[in-house]
């Protein structure tokens, strides 16, 4: 089992920028594909980006590819996202997820672990 703690969210201003970090605990930290999702209040929980087990390999949504990196330090058991050029739009509670395999990564059904999500508020 992985449990995950994410920490970074807040309220930025348009254009603007922010890290959010997912601890994670464990020894296997680096078995574990990782994703982030979020979810806008009245809509449906979605993907956002997901990183394989060394790192090497990540997809990003549309929505966010240019603007948003994901990456994990195996080392710290922490996986990133890095958000630049925030729009209102990205205004959410952001997630993390862990499973050992996942098809894709994009659907929430592939991820077993969750954390308790942090809130990301992006002004006009």
């Known amino acids: 089992q992985v449990q995950l703690v994410e920490s970074g969210g807040g309220l930025v201003q348009a254009g603007g920028s922010l890290r959010l970090s997912c601890a994670a605990s464990?020894?296997?930290?680096?078995?574990?594909?990782m994703g982030w999702f979020r979810q806008a209040p009245g809509k449906e929980r979605e993907f956002v980006a997901r990183?394989?087990?060394?790192?090497?390999?990540?997809l990003y949504a549309d929505s966010v590819k240019g603007r948003f990196t994901i990456s994990r330090d195996n080392a710290k058991n922490t996986v990133y996202l890095q958000m630049n050029s925030l729009k209102p739009e990205d205004t959410a509670v952001y997630y993390c997820?862990?499973?050992?395999?996942?098809?894709?990564?994009?659907?929430?059904?592939?991820?077993?672990?969750w954390g308790q999500g942090t809130q990301v508020t992006v002004s006009s």
């Open positions: 997820a862990a499973n050992h395999t996942v098809v894709n990564g994009q659907t929430r059904y592939e991820y077993d672990y």
């Open positions: 464990g020894r296997t930290f680096s078995s574990y594909v």
């Open positions: 990183i394989s087990w060394s790192g090497g390999n990540t």
